[in-house]
């Protein structure tokens, strides 16, 4: 299996009335994903099932990622990935779609970086905004059983 973590793209700011989950991706956010469509296409970044979180800055980040790789399927939210998912989370969304062999989870910091390092048995990952993280299971995803095939930093993606 392959597991895609994706953290979304650059967000506004927190700020006095507006909810977290509210927030938005800012346009240098929605303009870097863009910007990062023609290297996941070849990296032949394919999944089989984007889930997001059900905060708008993700769901604009799995949308935009959807069409950056031409993709017919639209992406899923699943509450399960909000703010403060824990491996357990991610494997019960992974389960409820055991037919899927190639999977990209839309979420937050540090529950990626955190649950990265559970899978791959360890090390140090930081996930910026807009980053993605691929990691590979000879077969069902399971603590120390991954391995991070390639980790993409924002920074590699043009900028306009």
């Known amino acids: 299996m392959i597991i895609y973590f994706v953290r979304h793209g650059r967000a506004e700011e927190q700020r006095d009335g507006?909810?977290?989950g509210d927030r938005q991706l800012t346009d240098a956010g929605r303009r870097q994903l863009r910007a990062a469509a023609p290297l996941w296409r070849r990296l032949?970044?394919?999944p089989d099932a984007v889930l997001s979180s059900p905060l708008a800055r993700a769901r604009q980040t799995a949308e935009l990622l959807v069409e950056?790789?031409?993709s017919s399927r639209a992406a899923e939210v699943d509450a399960r990935l909000g703010p403060?998912?824990?491996w357990s989370d991610f494997a019960q969304a992974l389960a409820d779609r055991g037919d899927k062999r190639r999977v990209a989870l839309v979420?937050?910091?540090?529950d990626l970086s955190l649950t990265i390092l559970l899978l791959?048995?360890?090390g140090a990952v930081r996930m910026r905004p807009g980053g993605v993280a691929c990691l590979e299971f000879p077969g069902v995803p399971e603590p120390s059983g991954g391995e991070i095939a390639w980790l993409l930093d924002p920074d590699l993606y043009?900028?306009?």
């Not at 979420?107 to 540090?110: I, R």
């Open 84 to 86: 403060g998912a824990r």
């Open 44 to 46: 032949n970044l394919r």
């Open 120 to 122: 791959a048995g360890g």
């Open 18 to 20: 507006l909810p977290d």
């Open 107 to 110: 979420g937050h910091e540090p």
């Open 158 to 160: 043009a900028d306009d």
């Open 68 to 70: 950056g790789i031409g």
